[in-house]
C-alpha cells in the first residue's frame, strides 16, 4: 500500500539546478522520515539526504548546495539540488524509514520508489 514516485529527474548543465519531488500516499508523512539516496553508474548506492522530526542530515559532497523539505500536506518530499556536478549524474530515490528518525543505515529504509534520473553533463 505505501507507495513513493520520484519526479523532477532531467538534464541539467554543471552548475545548474534541478528540483526533485518525492510524492507518498499509503501513509502519514509525517510519522516518517524519508531519505534521498543516489546510485551513480558504477558506483555503490550513496545517502544524500534525509528529513525527520526535528532532524536533517546532508553528505558532505552535498551540503550547501542541497536543501531537502517536506510538505506533509501534499505528501510531497522535495530535494533542491544547486551547483550541480558531473559526478552528480545519477538515479535519485526517496526511501520511507519506518518511523519518526532519519537512518544513515540503508537497511533501514523500508520501502523504495523506481527513482528518477538526474544527468549532469559536461
Known amino acids: 500500500q505505501v507507495q513513493l514516485v520520484e519526479s523532477g529527474g532531467g538534464l541539467v548543465q554543471p552548475g545548474g539546478s534541478l528540483r526533485l519531488s518525492c510524492a507518498a500516499s499509503?501513509?502519514?508523512?509525517?510519522?516518517?522520515?524519508i531519505g534521498w539516496f543516489r546510485h551513480a553508474p558504477g558506483k555503490e548506492r550513496e545517502g544524500v539526504s534525509c528529513?525527520?522530526?526535528?532532524?536533517?542530515n546532508y553528505a558532505g559532497s552535498v551540503k550547501g548546495r542541497f536543501t531537502i523539505s517536506r510538505d506533509n500536506v501534499k505528501k510531497t518530499v522535495y530535494l533542491q539540488m544547486n551547483s550541480l556536478k558531473p559526478q552528480g549524474t545519477a538515479v535519485y530515490y526517496c526511501?520511507?524509514?519506518?518511523?519518526?528518525?532519519?537512518?544513515?543505515?540503508?537497511?533501514?529504509?523500508?520501502?523504495w520508489g523506481q527513482g528518477t534520473q538526474g544527468t549532469v553533463s559536461s
Open positions: 528529513i525527520g522530526t526535528g532532524n536533517i
Open positions: 499509503g501513509f502519514t508523512l509525517n510519522n516518517h522520515a
Open positions: 526511501p520511507s524509514v519506518d518511523g519518526i528518525y532519519c537512518s544513515r543505515v540503508t537497511t533501514a529504509y523500508s520501502y
